[in-house]
């Protein structure tokens, strides 16, 4: 039960790096990111071709694919999503969502469909000793990177005058605006930022999760409801609801399998009934 | 002055050629002879999505280099002077393989479609190829459907079916002394029908399933059910997984990821692509057990038409890649043995008939129902040490002949 609860929290892992990514540039730029999984299935392959191709390892995978997608971010925001803001909210919807599909495909033109083969890092080849179970040595790995993460986003976010202005830019952007601050200023590497955190998380999954094209597409739909669940654009919250999420679907199968899936969009009508905005979102983020 | 006289020749030849085919033996349809002048195979599969990899564009190949050799047997004395290779693409979604199959079968003369995976495409199809009375010979779907209550006199299927499947794997490795099961199965009509062929084979062969849990699907995390293994009681000695693609691609890693495999927990997979290995790495599934209905290395024979295979499509065949080059032969002798392309004429070629082909070992077409049945083999995935070459991922542990691979005749079946 305890070991299956910890299970919970390494699939939230997941859930809470992507909802974190999406709430970000939610929050600042009002901009749901259909093309988030894609990205995130971008890290994995990412890894996938350094290392098939040019024999660079994980731990490098780690650092430079993030980067390189975080500046891809950046491009596209310079590009494209930053002229479509202005215009009715659908239009980068459907950019997103198009730019999803494309990516899918190109990768699938690529590499096909089939799954590739990523091998776990020696390193963390074995398994940990917590005390009251043992547990792969690799998703132990997985869950202290991934609330590390989340914890430094977190210290960025409340402790620097930066992650203030962020925080500012990201719940309350019109007053931010007004008390003088160059939102736009803080828009780009926002963007930038939540993609690299897809790819990041993607470089992550690759050792432990299929590799292919879809990927990415599969796990978003869950991720979305997790940051409606954490409430849009609340950072806080969807780091939260990203973990409870793990937890809840992780024990679903343990006792309903055949709820498991619906659990997370029935948990997701229930905290809506309750709260409309979520569990820390804010009324006034609906009108 | 001398190009016109060429271009004249050219039309005044074609006409003559035009002329030569309506004069012979196809003209008017008739009984004998070849409908149109040629034979047309068509190849019906997913040319983009999830099967793609394992069958697609190079069973298209395969079936190529069927047509190939029986020119290259028969030579002048070919019935079938004339034949075609088309493909269509049916993205795994039934009504669209429906709507292929009707344009194939009626705007494009074709004479036979091969291969459609994916078990609810493969009924549509049969279905068409009943009202259309031509002939439909099904590689890729392992519904047992297609020779049991959903037959027909035009349908055949072609290498393997779930019964195989899971007689092959859950009732040879349960004799061999793993008699405690515990299955994961994906929560869709195959995944289902896979639950219950394992678990009437674990039992015929006197094991137990200690539980079986349904798996969402598509699903990327399945530790709750790798964690739950050990507790069981009794333990069981294999966890037998009747995921596909992606999702078996998953759960392995995870396997691998809780070691099972050390705790005494084997692992036996429903159904198993050689493109699924590539994906994993032998190393991940080494020891696993499963059914292979043909495997690229298993014979000197098999090896020589891979190498054949590898030099057109540029890799190494899967089974589906063989079984279409088998069907299309099969279906090109039947119609040089009837001398005509008449599909009623072609069936009664095919009923009862019993051949060697590269795939096909003790070969016979059973009339009754239409199911090909032939050896196919239990198979492990070789440790990477023992990997001397790409793709040389099985080891071939025993062969299941023919007349105990498949299930018998259906009575529900009625031709």
């Not at chain 1, 299935?41 to 980067?67: I, K, Q, R, T």
């Not at chain 2, 009504?95 to 549509?124: F, G, H, M, T, W």
């Amino acid at each position: 039960m305890l070991q299956q609860a910890f299970n919970g929290l390494v699939g939230g892992a997941f859930y809470a790096m992507l909802a974190l990514g999406l709430a970000v540039i939610f929050g600042m730029l009002g901009v749901v990111n259909f093309a988030h999984g894609a990205f995130y299935m971008l890290g994995a392959f990412g890894s996938y071709v350094l290392l098939d191709s040019y024999g660079v390892n994980f731990w490098v995978s780690l650092a430079v694919v993030p980067l390189a997608l975080g500046l891809v971010g950046v491009l596209l925001e310079r590009l494209f999503v930053r002229r479509l803001t202005p215009l009715d909210p659908l239009y980068n919807f459907l950019f997103t969502f198009g730019l999803a599909l494309i990516l899918q495909d190109l990768v699938k033109r690529r590499y096909g469909v089939q799954s590739q083969p990523y091998p776990r890092p020696a390193l963390l080849d074995g398994t940990v000793d917590l005390g009251l179970f043992t547990y792969p040595a690799y998703q132990v790995f997985v869950l202290a990177v991934s609330l590390v993460l989340c914890a430094a986003v977190w210290l960025v976010l409340t402790r620097t005058r930066a992650g203030m202005i962020v925080r500012a830019a990201t719940e309350r952007p019109e007053l931010t605006r007004a008390l003088g601050v160059d939102v736009g200023r803080w828009v780009t590497p926002v963007f930038g930022f939540g993609i690299a955190l897809a790819g990041f998380a993607g470089v992550l999954a690759a050792p432990m999760r299929a590799v292919n094209p879809l990927m990415g597409a599969d796990l978003i739909i869950t991720v979305f409801a997790v940051v409606v669940i954490g409430g849009l654009g609340a950072i806080f919250g969807s780091v939260t609801a990203g973990f409870a999420i793990g937890l809840v679907s992780a024990l679903g199968n343990l006792y309903v399998p055949a709820l498991s899936q619906t659990m997370v969009f029935i948990l997701m009508a229930a905290v809506l009934l309750w709260r409309p905005a979520g569990l820390f979102g804010r009324e006034e983020a609906l009108s | 002055m001398r190009a016109l006289g060429r271009a004249a020749a050219a039309v005044a030849a074609a006409g003559v050629t035009i002329a030569g085919c309506a004069g012979g033996p196809g003209a008017g349809g008739s009984a004998g002879g070849i409908s149109d002048g040629k034979v047309v195979l068509a190849v019906l599969n997913d040319q983009s999505g999830i099967y793609a990899d394992l069958s697609g564009k190079s069973s298209v190949e395969a079936v190529k280099m069927a047509v190939a050799d029986y020119k290259a047997k028969y030579g002048d004395k070919a019935v079938a002077t004339d034949v075609e290779v088309l493909s269509a693409d049916h993205q795994n979604k039934p009504e669209v393989a429906n709507s292929k199959a009707q344009e194939l079968y009626d705007r494009q003369r074709a004479d036979l479609i091969l291969d459609v995976p994916s078990s609810a495409a493969a009924l549509a199809v049969a279905g068409v190829a009943k009202a259309k009375k031509k002939i439909f010979m099904d590689i890729g779907a392992a519904t047992t459907e297609l020779e049991g209550a959903q037959c027909n006199k035009y349908t055949f299927h072609y290498g393997y079916n779930t019964y195989m499947l899971a007689h092959g794997t859950g009732a040879t490795v349960t004799k061999d002394g793993a008699k405690n099961w515990y299955i994961v199965y994906p929560d869709y009509a195959f995944g289902q029908d896979m639950q219950k062929n394992f678990t009437a084979a674990v039992q015929g062969a006197g094991g137990t399933v200690v539980t079986s849990d349904p798996a969402p699907f598509p699903n990327d995390n399945f530790s709750t059910f790798l964690l739950k293994a050990p507790g069981l009681d009794p333990k069981p000695e294999v966890l037998g997984t009747m995921q596909a693609g992606g999702d078996l691609v998953n759960l392995v890693k995870q396997y691998n990821e809780y070691k099972l495999r050390d705790k005494g927990i084997g692992l036996a997979v429903g159904l198993m692509f050689i493109t699924d290995i590539h994906s994993l790495g032998p190393d991940a599934l080494a020891g696993t057990k499963f059914t292979e209905a043909w495997y690229w290395n298993g014979s000197p024979e098999n090896r020589a038409w891979a190498d054949k295979f590898q030099s057109v499509a540029g890799k190494r065949p899967s089974f589906p890649n063989a079984a279409n080059y088998s069907a299309a032969l099969q279906y090109l002798e039947a119609v040089q043995r009837a001398g005509t392309d008449g599909a009623d004429a072609v069936v009664k070629q095919l009923e009862g008939h019993t051949f060697e082909d590269v795939f096909a070992r003790n070969g016979s077409i059973r009339a009754q129902d239409h199911l090909l049945l032939h050896d196919v083999h239990l198979a492990q995935v070789k440790p990477s040490a023992e990997v001397t070459e790409p793709w040389d991922y099985e080891k071939i542990l025993s062969t299941i002949p023919a007349d105990q691979a498949f299930q018998p005749a259906d009575p529900a079946c009625k031709l």
